[in-house]
T-cell receptor, first 115, second 110 residues
Framework: KQEVTQIPAALSVPEGENLVLNCSFT??????LQWFRQDPGKGLTSLLL?????REQTSGRLNASLDKSSGRSTLYIAASQPGDSATYLC??????????????FGGGTRLMVKP | NAGVTQTPKFQVLKTGQSMTLQCAQD?????MSWYRQDPGMGLRLIHY???????DQGEVPNGYNVSRSTTEDFPLRLLSAAPSQTSVYFC?????????FGPGTRLTVT
């Protein structure tokens, strides 16, 4: 059974810092990995999607990498801003879970960026 | 495009009551799904559908029913609510690999 772990569970940084959020998964037979942002009391917003054949994806100040063989992904946020404060969720679509029709989520990293 | 919409936003039920959580999408996506989010458990898949008339169970399907009569709508039914179903429910649709989530329904069962 696929398991996804995110470390750290919570992170507080001063504005302007570069930071890295970590995601690990136990089954490397994945179709893709997706990073989401969730604001308090809101739904999930997709940030970056990495297909299993890709190594990284970039969007603005965000860069996500994928090392499928070691079961790891990182989300790099450059020059953090208070508006980046949210919970960041990592999710994988696994070949062995409902033929990829199910996302397995990590518990999330709660990020606070202080002005 | 409104994207994925869910109603109601909040609901309180008594144990044993039934209700339907509504989900609609206007992006013509074939794939739709329902997740529940609980503290410390992350999001878990309840049911999903790969097209009108086709549904299947996810990780935690017990106590929930779904149907998919149209591409746009994917309602989730609780036949006899239990306190263990207190949660935040998210509906999602998918185009290719990327998932789009609705704003959620916060359900409390007393």
């Amino acid at each position: 059974k696929q398991e996804v772990t995110q470390i750290p569970a919570a992170l507080s940084v001063p504005e302007g810092e570069n930071l890295v959020l970590n995601c690990s998964f136990t089954d490397s037979a994945i179709y893709n990995l997706q990073w989401f942002r969730q604001d308090p009391g809101k739904g999930l917003t997709s940030l970056l999607l990495i297909q299993s054949s890709q190594r990284e994806q970039t969007s603005g100040r965000l860069n996500a990498s994928l090392d499928k063989s070691s079961g790891r992904s990182t989300l790099y946020i450059a020059a953090s801003q208070p508006g980046d404060s949210a919970t960041y969720l990592c999710a994988v679509s696994s070949m062995n879970n409902n033929a990829g029709n199910m996302l397995t989520f990590g518990g999330g990293t709660r990020l606070m960026v202080k002005p | 495009n409104a994207g994925v919409t869910q109603t109601p936003k909040f609901q309180v039920l008594k144990t044993g009551q039934s209700m339907t959580l509504q989900c609609a999408q206007d992006m013509n996506h074939e794939y739709m799904s329902w997740y529940r989010q609980d503290p410390g458990m992350g999001l878990r898949l309840i049911h999903y559908s790969v097209g009108a008339g086709i549904t299947d169970q996810g990780e935690v399907p017990n106590g929930y029913n779904v149907s998919r009569s149209t591409t746009e709508d994917f309602p989730l039914r609780l036949l006899s609510a239990a306190p263990s179903q207190t949660s935040v429910y998210f509906c999602a649709s998918r185009s290719g690999a990327e998932q789009y989530f609705g704003p959620g329904t916060r359900l409390t069962v007393t």
